[in-house]
Every structure is written in structure tokens, then in C-alpha cells.
T-cell receptor, first 112, second 111 residues
Framework: LAKTTQPISMDSYEGQEVNITCSHN???????ITWYQQFPSQGPRFIIQ???TKVTNEVASLFIPADRKSSTLSLPRVSLSDTAVYYC?????????????FGTGTRLLVSP | DTAVSQTPKYLVTQMGNDKSIKCEQN?????MYWYKQDSKKFLKIMFS???????INETVPNRFSPKSPDKAHLNLHINSLELGDSAVYFC??????????FGQGTRLTVV
């Protein structure tokens, strides 16, 4: 499994765009990049997954450069309810059994 | 309908007791997990079952014994509880790949 590095914490204000970058220098050819969100007192929740370039859904966008050694989770116009821990996971394949290993994550605090 | 449900939500017990946490998923997934999140919020994988077979056992003390009676259930039994077992335990299920659905967690407090 590729090792990931994320900032421990980030601060933002309501209405701003937040970009959280994850470094994964040892990413393998068949590895996918997956992001989870965890609110206090809740289990992690899948946000978005990608392999290359850009992926967008109703919650976030995921930007992956050509070398795939990093990825950026982008949250547009955050609100107080986006305060959570965000985890970046990198691993092989997007089918079959996978061992989901979580790192330390990035604690995002959104203030008024 | 709750996709992944755990019971109980809170559990307070004394050292040395034996307790169980139950997990059920109604999503038809093949894979289920148990995670432990300690006071420092580090989320650590404990076990994983795939089609009722144990796939992962992450050097968890053998006081912890998972049991999967069928694909929809993965229960966690803990013997001789210790203070260090206090944590939030999360159950999760996955159809495949890196998408998993987590339960609300069971906050275990050993006193």
C-alpha cells in the first residue's frame, strides 16, 4: 500500500474554497485514490475516488496530476458543517477485496 | 433503513468483563470490517471478513474474537476487558474496492 502524507490540520472560513493535498510518491500503476470524511462521533463516509485527471461529484472535486504522486481534494464554498477529518487512501484496484488502511487524516476547521 | 447498524451505541463496563458488539449490514456486501478509533482519533483496522471468511487479523490480542454467522453480520466479542480497550469501535461493509460504508460506532468505556 502506498504511504500517504497529508497536513495534520487546516483552518478556513465559511464560503471559502478549501484544497487538501495528499502526497503519495510511491503510488503504483493500478492504485486508486479515495477520500473519506469523518464528522465527530460518526463513522467515516466515502466522498470521492479517482485514478487520474479530475473527478467531480456533488460533494467535492478530486484533482490528480499526470504523475499521480499527489492528489488534491477540493471543497467548494465550505460551510460550518464541513468541519471534519478528511482521509486520503491509496491502494490497488477499485474492485475486489481491499484492505482499507486509514492514515492520520487532515482535520479541517471551518469558522464563521 | 440503516445500512450498517451497530449495537449497542454506548457500552460501559468494568475491567475483566466480557462483552460483545453486534454489527449488521443490509447492503448485500461481501466484505465487512472492524476498526478501532482510540482517544487520539487514529482509525486502526482490526479484522476483515470476506464472504464469512477471516481475511485480515491485524495483530489484535486474542481477547478479541470476531464472528461472522453469515455475510450480513460481523460481531465482535471481547474477553477480559482492559482499560486500554476503551475506544470507539466501527463496523464497516464494502461491496468491493475502496468504497466502504461505516456504522455509527460503539463507544466502549472500560472502568
Amino acid at each position: 500500500l502506498a504511504k500517504t502524507t497529508q497536513p495534520i490540520s487546516m483552518d478556513s472560513y465559511e464560503g471559502q474554497e478549501v484544497n487538501i493535498t495528499c502526497s503519495h510518491n510511491n503510488i503504483a500503476t493500478n492504485d486508486y485514490i479515495t477520500w473519506y470524511q469523518q464528522f465527530p462521533s460518526q463513522g467515516p463516509r466515502f466522498i470521492i475516488q479517482g485514478y487520474k485527471t479530475k473527478v467531480t461529484n456533488e460533494v467535492a472535486s478530486l484533482f490528480i496530476p499526470a504523475d499521480r504522486k499527489s492528489s488534491t481534494l477540493s471543497l467548494p464554498r465550505v460551510s460550518l458543517s464541513d468541519t471534519a477529518v478528511y482521509y486520503c487512501l491509496v491502494g490497488g484496484g477499485n474492485t475486489g477485496f481491499q484492505k482499507l488502511v486509514f492514515g492520520t487524516g487532515t482535520r479541517l476547521l471551518v469558522s464563521p | 433503513d440503516t445500512a450498517v447498524s451497530q449495537t449497542p451505541k454506548y457500552l460501559v463496563t468494568q475491567m475483566g468483563n466480557d462483552k460483545s458488539i453486534k454489527c449488521e449490514q443490509n447492503l448485500g456486501h461481501d466484505t465487512m470490517y472492524w476498526y478501532k478509533q482510540d482517544s487520539k482519533k487514529f482509525l486502526k483496522i482490526m479484522f476483515s471478513y470476506n464472504n464469512k471468511e477471516l481475511i485480515i487479523n491485524e495483530t489484535v490480542p486474542n481477547r478479541f474474537s470476531p464472528k461472522s454467522p453469515d455475510k450480513a453480520h460481523l460481531n465482535l466479542h471481547i474477553n477480559s476487558l482492559e482499560l486500554g480497550d476503551s475506544a470507539v469501535y466501527f463496523c464497516a461493509s464494502s461491496p468491493s474496492g475502496w468504497v466502504a460504508f461505516f456504522g455509527q460506532g460503539t463507544r466502549l468505556t472500560v472502568v
